[in-house]
């Protein structure tokens, strides 16, 4: 079985998300920097996580629901 996902993300929003994935990871549950409590950093690690995720496979699911999609199409004009 094979899972094909429709990219619908182009890069400047796939550059995005994974610095903000990132920043979120780095300063959340590693450096405790914007907030001491556990779940703060717990819930801010899983959304960085979630952001490198899509930002990887270029696919969100959020605009595949809204209909959302920032690639640019060759065969449109």
Do not use: H, W
Request: hydrophobic letters at 40%; a positive charge.
């Amino acid at each position: 079985m094979q899972i094909k996902f429709k990219r619908n993300m182009n890069k400047f929003d796939r550059g995005f998300r994974a610095i903000a994935g990132s920043t979120l990871l780095i300063l959340g549950p590693v450096t405790e920097y914007i907030t001491t409590d556990g779940l703060s950093g717990i819930i801010m690690g899983v959304l960085g996580t979630l952001a490198l995720i899509s930002a990887f496979f270029s696919y969100c699911i959020l605009y595949e629901v809204t209909g959302f999609d920032t690639t640019k199409r060759s065969d449109e004009s």
